[in-house]
């Protein structure tokens, strides 16, 4: 499967950004998707994940009301939106899939700025 991420760029600090990835190859209903973020000298480190069985969301503690992460499998596609954006969520923001078989999919990542 190959994933592309778009919708980063820059925003304020309180303000809100879309991320949407974009799958191809094979459809990802029956699988998980979601976003780990990357930023500068720092390891990656999870966000947020789709379950596909129930279609329920998980959120790490840091983001947890402020973003909302959704799957549309009629379009092959996962989004974030990023409400209230503060200083600590800039990074490189990665897609990702879990396969039911196989390897973790990466997208190539979108960057997010915040500026104050």
């Known amino acids: 499967v190959q994933l592309v991420e778009s919708g980063g760029g820059l925003a304020q600090t309180g303000g809100s950004l879309r991320l949407t990835c974009a799958a191809s190859?094979?459809?990802?209903?029956?699988?998980?998707m979601g976003w780990f973020r990357q930023a500068p000298g720092k390891e990656r480190e999870f966000v947020a994940r789709?379950?596909?069985?129930?279609?329920?969301?998980y959120y790490a503690d840091a983001v947890q009301g402020r973003f909302s992460i959704s799957k549309e499998d009629a379009n092959n596609t996962v989004s974030m939106q990023m409400n209230n954006l503060k200083p600590a969520d800039p990074g490189l923001y990665y897609c990702f899939e879990d396969p039911q078989v196989g390897p973790r999919s990466w997208g190539q990542g979108t960057q997010v700025t915040v500026s104050s």
């Open positions: 789709v379950w596909w069985p129930t279609g329920a969301a």
């Open positions: 190859g094979r459809t990802v209903g029956a699988n998980d």
